[in-house]
């Protein structure tokens, strides 16, 4: 499973900004897709998770109501809603993929994207 990620870029605190991820190769609608993030300095963590069937998700505390992850099987797309943003939301965003749904509870996923940057201006 190949993932490109798309829809990073600069914006000032407020703003919004949505990020896009393609799944290729052997691909299935039932991946568990999911977003992570590291900013510099940072450990790589958590941002949102959502199930194959995109009728559940999962976000993590900082969120706080802000971030909207959706999927569109028949684009093999996952997306990354993302308002209100404040500086501390820069980071590059990495899509992650994985086949099984424990992915969706343990939060470990087999295949990654390039990730895109996010940069948040005060």
């Known amino acids: 499973v190949q993932l490109q990620a798309s829809g990073g870029g600069l914006v000032q605190a407020g703003g919004s900004l949505r990020l896009s991820c393609t799944a290729s190769?052997?691909?299935?609608?039932?991946?568990?897709m999911g977003w992570f993030r590291q900013a510099p300095g940072k450990d790589r963590e958590f941002v949102a998770g959502i199930m194959w069937s995109g009728d559940s998700s999962r976000y993590a505390d900082f969120v706080k109501g802000r971030f909207t992850i959706s999927r569109d099987n028949t684009k093999n797309t996952v997306y990354l809603q993302m308002n209100s943003l404040e500086p501390a939301d820069t980071a590059v965003y990495y899509c992650a993929a994985n086949p099984s749904s424990a992915a969706y509870y343990t939060r470990n996923f087999d295949f990654w994207g390039q990730g895109t940057l996010v940069t948040v201006s005060s």
């Open positions: 190769g052997r691909t299935s609608s039932r991946l568990v």
